[in-house]
């Protein structure tokens, strides 16, 4: 409870968060594919000595480096920037945890870049099998730096045995670690293969090449789609029991989880008829229309494993809204608002009559002036709620839900938040904040819709 509010009109700061990793992810995974790729495929050319497909691979390169090492880095600091500022106790908690493992991390990133650049400098002054092994050493960096990372972001789903010891090999080696470094490995590969096709059929003409290039690719992504199968089955055996109950109970999440399978058999079937029986057919219209395919997959994929965290952004750890869950009973018994250092200071400098021996008292702002109540509990909303809710419109809006709710419903729902529903956070405040945060509640509201029942309003009225 010590850092400020990053206030995201109508989206919420977290979707900022989904909408830039989506992009990350579907360019870091090409980083790593691609690594494999280059590796096998130069390898192959070199010693079927086809030159054709080693002027290919000269030309894709490029492409390929352009695309992850100038956009992925860029994209990828653009996480550590957005997680920053949208949710900071959750980013303090994984560099504390995990100092080493970033580290590791940028390192391996280094051996990539260098590995990269000396792949695409030094072609044809280096020989064959130098250049095949500069290969291997950028899709083994590329690899680990998946791990790593695979690691850190699958501990924050499940954490296990680490909320016990607190080390950093029992965070690390987490439940969910080997099913998404699976999946995670297996959508580098067929994401890979799903660039390649839309590269060699944009760049070259029809010609025995081009059906070379794409039947190469198509049994890793057969492969990759397995993976992703495989390790998307162990990701929902290790989920945390509530993560699993959201999955089945939310609406949009089984028509998401229904939408991914169709897509990845869509993706799946589309590779066995296309590519792998006709390579021929691999026009830039098919290879676009797998390209897309694949791309909803993942981000549906993404926003999933996303979503089912709540009410935490660290499993066990770190709530939604920015507490630590072992802070919880003291941050109720002190007050919401005296607790964040923030809430604290701007309650002081707006409300000085609500400070009691130079603390926030909430009884104190609940009986000052109802604009001030409605002011104070959007101080509360904005850091207890916000998070997941946006105001009137906009993602997962709080105005809409309320209509249908009295305000003693309301408050007593509000108090008892996680009991109502699993999926929020505890309530974190006095029973008066509550109150409060509910006179500013009050004000979302909308009209209740009107002419909803007309044949009923007009029977009733007769009568
Ligand atoms: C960790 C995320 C999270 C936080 C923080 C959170 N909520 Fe929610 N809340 C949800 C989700 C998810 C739903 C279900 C939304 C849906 O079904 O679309 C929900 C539903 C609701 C509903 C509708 C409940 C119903 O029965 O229809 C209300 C009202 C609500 N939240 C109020 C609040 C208030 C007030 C706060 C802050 C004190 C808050 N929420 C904090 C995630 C959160």
Known sequence: ????????????????????????????????????????????????????????????????????????????????????????LATEVLIRSFVFGWATEWVFFVIELTAAFIFYYAWGKLSPKQHVTIAWIYAGAAWISLVLITGITAFMLNPGVWIEHRTFWTGFFNPQFIPQTISRTGGAILLTSL?????????????????????????????????????????????PPSARL????????????????????????????????????MSPGFALALFFFGLAAFSTGEFIREAVRKPYVVYNVVLGNQILEEEVPSVRAT??????????????????????????????????????????????????????????QGYSAVGPVLFSRSREVLVEMISHLHETHYF?????????????????????????????YPNLERLEAKR
């Open 195 to 239: 660039y390649v096709y839309v590269h060699a059929s944009w760049t070259l003409q029809t010609s025995p090449l081009r059906e070379l290039i794409v039947r190469r690719s198509t049994r890793p992504a057969l492969v990759g789609a397995v993976m992703i199968t495989v390790g998307g089955i162990g990701w929902f055996a290790m989920l």
């Open 1 to 88: 409870m010590h850092y400020p509010w990053w206030y995201v009109p109508q989206l919420t700061a977290p979707m900022l968060i989904a909408m830039v990793s989506v992009v990350h992810v579907l360019v870091s995974h090409y980083a790593v594919g691609g690594g494999l790729f280059f590796a096998v495929e130069t390898g192959f050319a070199y010693r079927t000595q086809n030159g054709d497909y080693l002027n290919y691979l000269r030309r894709h390169a490029p492409f390929f480096i352009l695309l992850t090492v100038v956009f992925g880095a860029i994209s990828g600091v653009g996480i550590w920037w957005t997680i920053g500022l949208a949710s900071p």
């Open 335 to 392: 007050g919401f608002l005296q607790s964040g250092r923030w809430t604290r200071e701007h309650v002081k400098e707006r409300f000085p009559e609500a400070i009691r021996d130079g603390k926030v008292d909430s009884q104190r702002l609940l009986t000052s002036s109802l604009e001030n109540r409605i002011l104070a509990g959007r101080v509360i909303f904005m850091h207890h709620c916000n998070n997941c809710h946006a105001e009137e």
């Open 246 to 281: 959201a999955l089945e109970a939310a609406a949009v999440l089984t028509v998401l989880t229904v939408l991914i399978f169709a897509l990845t058999a869509a993706v799946f079937l589309l590779l066995y008829l296309g590519p792998y029986r006709h390579p021929e057919w």
């Open 424 to 452: 929020m956070p505890p309530w974190s405040g006095t029973p008066e904040e509550a109150e409060l945060v509910t006179d500013y509640l009050w004000t979302l509201r909308p009209e209740r819709p009107k002419g909803i």
